[in-house]
């Protein structure tokens, strides 16, 4: 009887093993044919029919990735690593999976793993990199963003995502010059550097006056005044004040290296500078980085056709608020890579940014179908309902829009003015006076005095209401002073 009892249980163990085979069998071929979801629940009868077996728990965690349950398949990832911790496939793919879920910093260390064990890895150093971006690492980011191009010239995302971390940098240094220096003249010919490539010749012309009066031998500010004369139609002027640029003495590159380094087209060598806090190395810093920033995007644009070339270009068409023209860029965008989550959600903005609520709301709502707790989703579908005159249905979004963690002024503004068109007043007043930052033309106090009276608080609706006015006397006062200061005028004689 022991001995048939041995037998029968040798039997049953062939019997298991061969049906474990069969499984894993069938498993395969469902994930050779792309059919994910069927072959999960195989993957999860064989992990624990076979506990600890780190090649079955891979497979299971791969299904769950590519049938796109990223949240179901990372913890199963983090255990292949524990117990091989170089699985360059569990790396990989834990790391897409935190980066499809927009968990940026948490892909960055299984991201670094990846590139020290591949270094060849382009790939992945691109992914890392852009991590890294998200995060606001930007040094690091165009650091490996460099290491791409120098190897893969023909790459647009590795450019292009050079181009915007040293925009982000360049933007850092502004904002370090800005809080430590505020009423610095730099910080006017910075302005106005932007205000030429948003073609607004006028405002550009006045920044650059401003500065030239108090650092007349700065090195741009001829140029550019060179380029507002030149683009207004004043050929002459613009001789005279190229002249004056070319005429200006050389610096000393012993005590004003960065300068020297600037000029000199060692863009690199004057972001050096960007650690100091004193204004001109800030100064130079900025027109440093946005140097490099429009070196990568020009080799950018000498490239085929590609998905970062119309981002690009929708970047800039956006910076000039050509809206319909920068929409139209992200659908041609979308046009190479039609299921890009990311690009949709810019062509929402876009079309928001442009009126077009009725465009906008569809493709919202698609992309609500996967984040329906998108703060700034629901804020778009919210706004746009509500500019449509709906704001019964606009309130449920916006009030998503105004629970995430990060503050949404806008958000804010367009909750309290759809309260107020529904006539909830007293419910609108807190929402309203979070976006008094907003009010530049006096609306919000407008609709916060409306608030207040509904609410029956009537000396508080009086001090929003005079607020109001005085915003809207402000306003036109600033208008006719710049509308005299910003007057193209000769150049100043020397």
Known sequence: MQAAFFLVLGQSLLLSQSDLATESHRAKELMAAHRFAEAIPIYEHLVKAVPGNAGLLLNLALAEEMAGHHAQAIPHFEAVLKAQPDSVPALTSLAMARLELSQSREAIAPLKKLVALEPKDLD???????????????????????????????????????????????????????????????????????????????????????????????????????????????????????????????????????????????????????????????????????????????????????????????????????????????????????DDAALKRSLASELFEAQDYQGTMPLVGELLAKEPKSPELNYLMGASLWRTEQAEKALPYLEIGVTAQTENTAAEAALGLALVAVNKGAEAIPHLKKAL?????????????????????????????AEYQKIQKRNQEINDELAKEAEITAPRAK
């Open 437 to 465: 930052a907003l009010d530049d033309d006096g609306s919000l106090h407008y609709s916060l005095a409306r608030a207040y009276r509904a609410a029956g608080q009537n000396q508080a609706a009086e001090a929003a209401m």
């Open 124 to 338: 992945a150093l691109g992914m890392l990199a852009g991590a890294e971006l998200d995060q606001n690492l930007c040094e690091d980011a165009a650091r490996h963003y460099r290491d791409i191009t120098t190897q893969a010239a023909s790459d647009p995302r590795a450019w292009y995502g050079l181009g915007k971390a040293y925009e982000s940098l360049a933007t850092r240094a502004f904002d370090r010059l800005n809080k430590s220096a505020p009423q610095s003249p730099y910080i006017a010919i910075l302005l106005a550097d932007t205000r030429v490539q948003r073609r607004q010749y006028r405002s550009a012309f006045f920044f650059y006056h401003e500065a030239q009066s108090k650092l007349p031998d700065t090195p741009g500010i001829h140029a550019g005044l060179a380029l507002v004369y030149r683009n207004t139609d004043h050929a002459d002027w613009a001789a005279a004040e190229q002249k004056l640029e070319e005429a200006l003495p050389a610096p000393d590159c012993n005590a004003q290296a960065p300068e020297c380094a600037f000029l000199s087209q060692r863009f690199l060598d004057a972001t050096k500078s960007a650690g100091a806090d004193s204004p001109a190395n800030l100064f130079w810093a900025t027109k440093a980085y946005n140097e490099l920033a429009v070196q990568a995007f020009d080799r950018l644009s000498q490239l085929p056709e590609s998905v970062q070339i119309h981002a690009l270009k929708a970047q800039i068409l956006h910076d000039r608020k050509q809206h319909i023209d920068a929409a139209n860029e992200w659908r041609a965008a979308l046009k190479l890579a039609p």
